[in-house]
T-cell receptor, first 115, second 113 residues
Framework: AQSVTQLGSHVSVSEGALVLLRCNYS??????LFWYVQYPNQGLQLLLK??????LVKGINGFEAEFKKSETSFHLTKPSAHMSDAAEYFC?????????????FGKGTLLTVNP | DTGVSQDPRHKITKRGQNVTFRCDPI?????LYWYRQTLGQGPEFLTY????????KSRLLSDRFSAERPKGSFSTLEIQRTEQGDSAMYLC???????????FGQGTRLTVV
């Protein structure tokens, strides 16, 4: 069974500051890892994903994440926060290394950006 | 290509009534997933289809829930005898084959009063 733990249900940063959202996972097989963003009353939008290969993954809107197998982590970062980044962020892992695309999500981290 | 479409976006129903939601996946996507998201939680897997075959159902999907995907195109999720605990956002996603990303619809928010 797989699981995802997102540390911090709420993160608050100032506009222009570094964004760091933490995600740790548990998986019995090589994981596929994802970060999704959700705006109020909207569906999920994929920010980035790690499958195989390069462990530093770049996504949309200036976000990136690094897969660290030894730490079982996949933290999301952005060098400079923008007001439009305020949303809820979900880390997810897929079962079977992606062969079965069923996703297991963390509980989410709400990001607020202060002017 | 307009993405994954879900209908309705919002549904308010009285306890004990039946409700049905529809999901239209991205055309040619052969995999379709249903997830449920309650307030303050991440989405939880309910079931998925490959073409018209329902290949897996979560334990969360009680006997009151049924999903279909006739002809491998759109899908419906029906909840019979709704309960207040069914209040949630129901998300549909689709993907093309294995090892490809899933695209999510905007969800149907169900409120049971």
């Amino acid at each position: 069974a797989q699981s995802v733990t997102q540390l911090g249900s709420h993160v608050s940063v100032s506009e222009g500051a570094l964004v760091l959202l933490r995600c740790n996972y548990s998986s019995s097989v090589p994981p596929y890892l994802f970060w999704y963003v959700q705006y109020p009353n909207q569906g999920l939008q994929l920010l980035l994903k790690y499958t195989t290969g390069a462990t530093l993954v770049k996504g949309i809107n200036g976000f990136e994440a690094e897969f660290k197998k030894s730490e079982t982590s996949f933290h999301l970062t952005k060098p400079s926060a923008h007001m439009s980044d305020a949303a809820e962020y979900f880390c997810a892992v897929s079962e079977g290394g992606g062969s079965n695309y069923k996703l297991t999500f963390g509980k989410g981290t709400l990001l607020t950006v202060n002017p | 290509d307009t993405g994954v479409s879900q209908d309705p976006r919002h549904k308010i129903t009285k306890r004990g009534q039946n409700v049905t939601f529809r999901c239209d996946p991205i055309s040619e996507h052969n995999r379709l997933y249903w997830y449920r998201q309650t307030l303050g939680q991440g989405p939880e897997f309910l079931t998925y289809f490959q073409n018209e075959a329902q290949l897996e159902k979560s334990r969360l999907l009680s006997d009151r829930f049924s999903a279909e995907r006739p002809k491998g195109s759109f899908s419906t999720l029906e909840i019979q005898r709704t309960e207040q605990g069914d209040s949630a956002m129901y998300l549909c996603a689709s993907s093309l084959g294995v090892k490809t990303e899933a695209f999510f619809g905007q969800g149907t928010r169900l409120t049971v009063v």
